[in-house]
């Protein structure tokens, strides 16, 4: 509704309480998909044994939740986890390539320095001329990515828009730094979302702090023709640790705010997958019962900008997520970036 006094009410980032003329996103279709290989904690702890690096799956397990997570061959890229995954939402949502009016990708691995990783899924495909771009926001990605969409088609300029979130964490780890390379994985998930007269996405929130760039990062980069730099993972595992459980309560409770809605009202918690304490420590916050919050950390590891959307379309699958329940989908990282997407699915 473009009334002044409408808009003034609906709040920054929140939405209109008028349901005519506005235009608002909704979840038409969820996809994911994750590399064959598949390492439990004992695989890797094996393999990094051959190279003098000493973990084990009770280390593992009881600082991080994780169990398992699944690594890309060689030849494999984000672009093509983010394909297959692309696929799937757009089948989950009855729509062909050719319908999608905006591709957007995040991600932090991207196949190349450029083009986008985007513009190669669209290619993959089989689709032609719609706009396609990456969003780098690290484990924060998908939720700026979704919250661009949702942005785009609220403003009239996409009808359909794909918004995936794919990583090839395994290319930038140090595996002989046992504090890192056992926390990550690779994958991909994907929605779709659809221009509807019906809410949709509720409310979004996005923030960044670059003061904390330091303690999250791959500080390598290309130059003449050299990488310089270190081109590996680097982090503070204990600030990330405290920044996040902070950030998260507070981004929660602000879309919860620009929607007019409480902590009671969320259905289920969709958080990014790092470790399972920073998710408990989270759903203690916002007072929800630990069986309301999907986990998937401890199959797939932290796969960054994928782990949300990966998350998503496994409770949708399973059936644990029905039509019309309240989703708060809510990320942290690199940058330090961090936001949360409140909706109806
Ligand atoms: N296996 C065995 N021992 C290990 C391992 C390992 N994989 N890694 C570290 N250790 C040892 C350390 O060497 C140290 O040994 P010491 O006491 O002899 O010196 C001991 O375990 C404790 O190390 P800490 O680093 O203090 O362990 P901590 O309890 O902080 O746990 C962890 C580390 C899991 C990384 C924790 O800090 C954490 O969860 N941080 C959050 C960061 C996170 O989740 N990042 C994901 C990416 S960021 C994001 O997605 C937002």
Not at 212 to 235: A, E, Q, Y
Not at 239 to 251: D, N, P, R
Not at 277 to 303: E, P, W, Y
């Amino acid at each position: 509704c473009g009334a002044p006094a409408c808009r003034a009410g609906a709040g920054a980032g929140g939405r209109d309480s008028h349901s005519d003329m506005s235009i608002y996103s909704r979840i038409l279709g969820t996809g994911s998909f994750l590399p064959p290989k598949r390492l439990t904690n004992a695989d890797l702890a094996a393999e990094l044994a051959q190279q003098g690096v000493e973990t084990s799956d009770e280390w593992i397990v009881e600082r991080t939740g994780i169990r398992a997570r699944h690594f890309a061959a060689p030849e494999v890229g984000s672009s093509d986890l983010a394909t297959e995954a692309g696929r799937r939402a757009l089948e989950a949502a009855g729509l062909t390539a050719a319908d999608l009016d905006l591709i957007i990708v995040a991600t932090s691995t991207p196949d190349m320095v450029f083009p986008s990783t985007a513009t190669m899924v669209q290619h993959k495909l089989g689709a032609a001329g719609c706009p396609a771009f990456d969003v780098q926001a690290v484990c924060s990605g998908f939720i700026y990515a979704l919250t661009v969409a949702d942005s785009m088609i609220r403003a009239g300029s996409a009808k359909n828009a794909l918004v995936i979130g794919a990583e090839v964490f395994s290319r930038i780890l140090d595996f002989k730094d046992r504090t890192t390379c056992v926390l990550f994985g690779d994958g991909a998930g994907a929605v779709v979302i659809g221009a509807s007269d019906q809410p949709g996405i509720l409310a979004t929130d996005i923030h960044a702090d670059g003061k904390h760039r330091d303690i999250l990062c791959v500080p390598g980069h290309v130059s003449g023709g050299n990488v310089l730099g270190d081109p590996v993972l680097k982090m503070d595992g204990q600030a990330v640790f405290k920044l996040a459980v902070g950030v998260l309560e507070e981004t929660a409770r602000a879309s919860l705010a620009k929607a007019n809605l409480t902590d009671a009202d969320i259905d289920w918690l969709i958080p990014h997958q790092a470790n399972i304490r920073i998710m408990q420590s989270t759903a203690r916050k916002l007072k929800m019962s630990s069986d309301k919050v999907v986990v998937t950390v401890d199959q797939h590891g932290n796969t960054s900008a994928a782990s949300i959307p990966l998350a998503l379309d496994t409770a949708v699958r399973d059936g644990r997520i029905q039509r019309g329940q309240t989703l708060m989908l809510e990320g942290v990282g690199g940058g330090f970036t961090w936001g949360s997407v409140l909706l109806r699915y």
